[in-house]
């Protein structure tokens, strides 16, 4: 199975500030139709998760653009460009490029 | 506006069976792939099991591989998982997801509110 490495598993930010989180896969996401089947998600407090980022870099409808996706192969970034309160719960990232699809440990985004 | 609610959680004893569903509506449901997630308490997030629209295609994890089954019913708008031979590792709140096969079949798109199962005796 592919290995997916999340870090840091939680983080403390202040409001307005950016924050990034890092994922690793145990094997390469890129597909040889040109895609890197990496997702993330976003699971707030009392709420089922959210797709946020698809294929690496794409945003899900109605995400707000502050979120964006980076990476290929093996080496992932989830980047804030400036948190906002309704960004707080955890963060995973997802490889769906092998079964069984397999997420990293989570990221526990905070506000300070 | 997509909307999966999914139902049949409860309580079981190890060994026992429960079965979920997964109504859907706001979506042509039978050109939709589907997932079964599950987040057990203080763990992060488990992939469980896919289904292709027409249902010809289904893989599982192993962790339920010969316990779990997946299924939909079409007509029904219905996605459901046959959860045998319960164990207490399986407690967990279980979540459906849709899955476009026109952008990607492992893409997990829109979630249900999820189904809370508790395996104890």
Redo the contacts between chains.
């Keep these: 199975d592919i290995v997916v490495t999340q870090s840091p598993l939680s983080l403390a930010v202040t409001p307005g500030e950016p924050a990034s989180i890092s994922c690793r896969s145990s094997q390469s996401l890129l597909h040889r139709d040109g895609?890197d089947?990496l997702?993330w998600?976003l699971?707030k407090p009392g709420q089922?998760?959210?797709?946020l980022i698809?294929?690496a870099s794409s945003r899900?409808p109605g995400v707000p653009d502050r979120f964006r996706g980076s990476g290929t192969g093996t080496d992932f970034t989830l980047t804030i460009s400036s948190v906002e309160a309704e960004d707080v719960g955890?963060y995973?990232c997802?490889q769906?490029?092998q079964?069984?699809?397999?997420?990293?440990?989570?990221t526990k985004l905070e506000i300070k | 506006q997509v909307t999966l609610v999914e139902s049949g959680g409860g309580m079981a004893q190890p060994g026992r069976s429960l079965r979920l569903s997964c109504a859907a509506s706001g979506l042509d449901f039978r050109s939709y792939g589907m997932h079964w997630v599950r987040r057990a308490p203080g763990k992060g997030l488990e992939w469980l099991a896919v289904i292709w629209s027409d249902g010809t295609n289904i893989q599982y994890a192993d962790s339920v591989k010969g316990r779990f089954i997946i299924s939909r019913d079409n007509s029904k708008d219905t996605l459901y998982l046959q959860m045998n031979s319960l164990r207490v590792d399986d407690t967990a709140i279980y979540y459906c997801a849709t899955a476009d096969p026109a952008v990607s079949m492992r893409i997990l798109e829109k979630w249900g509110q999820g189904a809370r199962v508790t395996v104890s005796s």
Excluded: I, N
């Design positions: 895609y089947y997702d998600y699971q089922s998760p959210q797709l698809y294929f899900a955890l995973y997802m769906g490029r079964t069984p699809q397999t997420f990293g440990q989570g």
